[in-house]
Structures are given as C-alpha cells and as structure tokens.
C-alpha cells in the first residue's frame, strides 16, 4: 500500500471512530486501531525528539571538530540505537519527518555550543540514511 493510501486509510478510520464515539456506539470503535495510533504518535513525539538531539550531536562535531570527546561519540551512538528501534517499531514514521526537526537541531545545537545559530546550514546537510550510519561521522 502506498504512502498515501496509508495515511488515507488511517485518518478514515480515526474519523469513523470519532464519528462512532460522539454518537455513543462505543462497542462499534475499532480500539485496535486507535491503539496503533496512539502508539505512532508516542513514537513519532520521541522520534521527533531524539533526531532532533541526533542532527545538534552531528552539528557540534562537524562544527567543534577540536572538541571531540568519547561522551560525544557515546551520545551519537546510543540516539542512533534508539532512532532505528523507534522506526524498527513504526517504519511509516520514517516519512513524517519534516524540516522542523532540522530547525529544532539547529537551536540546540547553537544553545549547547554558544555558537550563533546562521554558522549552521540552513537546510539539513545530512541524509537520514547518512546520520543513521554507525560509520558516519561528519568532516569538519
């Protein structure tokens, strides 16, 4: 099923069940549905969190290069963990990622660094892929 057709069939269903609810026919509600849904939106909130950690992590060593530590490299490592089991869990969230997760990164990253914010890119130079590799470790 495509991306689209997901998330068609998704907010069909969460419609229905709203629909379902407000008229009080709460034996008819699809409560496995609204389960998985509420469990990708709690997986997505953390996705969103830790990528956000992830891409400031990355900016900060390709930016500091001078000041590489191994809690660095343990902090890279362990979001890369928890990121790939979140989308092991719910691999559709891997298409929900927007730009906002970059900005968000950006804010940190300049917040944890003292650095002004316009030293970054403004658009994400790392593929998701890329900052997902265990091999990967941005060059200053």
């Known amino acids: 099923?495509?991306?689209?057709?997901?998330?068609?069939?998704?907010?069909?269903?969460?419609?229905?069940n709203t629909k379902l609810l407000r008229e009080g026919r709460v034996a008819e509600i699809d409560r496995e549905n609204?389960?998985?849904?509420?469990?990708?939106?709690?997986?997505?909130?953390?996705?969103v969190i830790r990528l956000k950690i992830l891409f400031a992590h990355l900016l900060r060593w390709q930016f500091q290069s001078d000041r590489h530590s191994f809690s660095w490299k343990?902090?890279?490592?362990?979001?890369?963990?928890?990121?790939?089991?979140?989308?092991?869990?719910?691999?559709n969230l891997k298409h929900r990622i927007g730009p906002k997760v970059y900005r968000k990164a950006v804010e940190y990253a300049a917040a944890t660094t003292g650095m002004p914010e316009s030293v970054f890119p403004e658009t994400c130079p790392y593929a998701l892929e890329e900052a997902l590799d265990k091999d990967f470790y941005p060059a200053a």
């Open 1 to 16: 099923m495509s991306n689209l057709a997901t998330v068609y069939e998704q907010n069909f269903c969460l419609c229905q």
């Open 34 to 47: 609204i389960a998985e849904d509420a469990m990708d939106k709690s997986h997505h909130c953390e996705l």
């Open 74 to 91: 343990t902090g890279i490592v362990r979001q890369r963990h928890r990121i790939g089991q979140l989308l092991e869990m719910s691999p």
